[in-house]
């Protein structure tokens, strides 16, 4: 029986809402069902100002912008994250400074960031890992003592809560991903939120070219012109069109996965008294948005064993972030300490397969071969 990673899932009505766009004679940006995807998240979640992007990476870039990093500015974040989170700031000129995760999660751990903050700091990047919620009131307090910004790469993290406010609230901006791989997809795809209200219309020139078009077609100004940096951050319509029909069947698709999730966690419940293999943990003061399920190995040679015998099986599993201090483009750059909790999830984390259409065979499948393992 073969189980693939990942599955992307239509939920039916993304090619009629994408001819209905093409119909509207405007597929560029900012069209009927972009502004639709605005509405939704703006009224579910109470997010400020959202604004599609055509990627989660292009979200962390505006973010980055928007707060006008600058050569030599210091961007504290965790090293366990994707390329992405880093990438976004060091395109700016600004030193990371890597924090370690948690003993006993990915998340970053908020007790290590005031030892690293320094003159020279301007922003404070977390990441909710799995959909798991970092300690905000910790992260928002370290903030506020020192006037450092604060941005929530929520990635994974749509329709997360903190002590039952949304993921994505938090921070003066934060940035979302709808990659194939995501809880609610569009192919690739992203969204920055804008809570710092005097940080939106900035956000509209910079995702506009750096003009103020959008400014010009609301009848705010009568000509549009180049205003500041930015570029061209929109996604097409067609895209959003995707995306709304997606936004449509939110619960739906959450039960489903929630579903999956609460299986994996029932059936590989004795791993850790057994080969002493971890399972995922949820902070009292998180939901579980139910992004992904992972086992965290007691070492990379039993990491690797697990997913090549899996693999023999037909069975995709696939490990995930490798620690950004020790990369290739990083490392020699890296002043900072050791940090142990990140190596080894990088080394120990596994992900298992997770997505709307796996069966009941397939689950059972899964569960029977890691356990057999």
């Known amino acids: 029986m073969k189980v693939p990673f990942n599955k992307p899932y239509m939920v039916g009505k993304e090619t009629e809402y994408i001819q209905q766009a093409v119909a509207s004679l405007k597929i560029s940006g900012d069209g009927i069902f972009t502004k639709k995807c605005h509405e939704f998240f703006e009224q579910k979640y109470a997010f400020k100002k959202c604004l599609l992007t055509t990627s989660c990476t292009d979200a962390l870039e505006m973010a980055a912008l928007l707060l006008d990093i600058q050569v030599g500015d210091e961007v504290i974040m965790p090293s366990y994250t994707f390329v992405s989170t880093a990438n976004a700031f060091v395109l700016r000129g600004a030193k990371i400074v890597f ?18 903050i320094t003159p020279r700091t301007k922003a404070i990047c977390v990441v909710h ?7 905000m009131d910790r992260i928002m307090e370290i903030a ?20 039952g406010k949304p993921l994505g609230s938090f921070g003066h901006l ?43 077609f609301r009848g705010e100004v009568d000509k549009y012109n180049w205003v500041a940096l930015g570029s061209s951050f929109l996604p097409s319509d067609i895209i ?19 579903y999956i999730w609460e299986q994996y966690a029932q059936g590989l419940q004795d791993l850790p008294k057994n080969k002493g293999i971890g399972l995922p943990t949820v902070p009292a003061y998180s939901s579980n948005n139910v992004h992904l399920f992972y086992l965290v190995c007691k070492d990379l040679a039993q990491r690797d064993a697990l997913i090549l015998y899996c ?29 142990p909790n990140t190596d080894r999830f990088s080394d ?10 796996m069966t009941d065979q397939q689950i059972a499948y899964v569960i029977e071969t890691i356990n057999q393992f």
């Open 240 to 258: 959003a069109a995707f995306l709304f029909a997606q936004l449509e069947s939110l619960e739906r698709i959450q039960a489903k996965r929630k």
């Open 174 to 216: 934060a940035a979302f991903s709808f990659h194939e791989t995501k809880n609610i997809i569009s192919g690739e795809g992203g969204m920055l939120v804008v809570n710092d209200e005097k940080l939106i219309k900035q956000a509209e020139i910079i995702r506009e070219k750096g003009t103020n078009r959008s400014a010009f």
């Open 99 to 116: 924090a370690d995760s948690q003993a006993q999660h990915p998340n970053i751990d908020a007790e290590q960031i005031e030892v690293l």
């Open 144 to 163: 506020q003592k020192y006037n450092l910004y604060v941005v929530e790469d929520a990635a994974q993290a749509i329709d997360a809560l903190y002590k």
């Open 129 to 135: 890992y799995a959909g798991i919620a970092c300690d």
């Open 311 to 339: 693999k023999e099986r037909e069975i995709n599993l696939v490990f995930h972030y490798l620690s950004l201090h020790k990369s290739p483009f990083y490392s020699s750059k890296y002043e900072g300490g050791k940090l």
């Open 348 to 357: 120990c984390l596994v992900r298992l397969p997770l997505f709307y259409e």
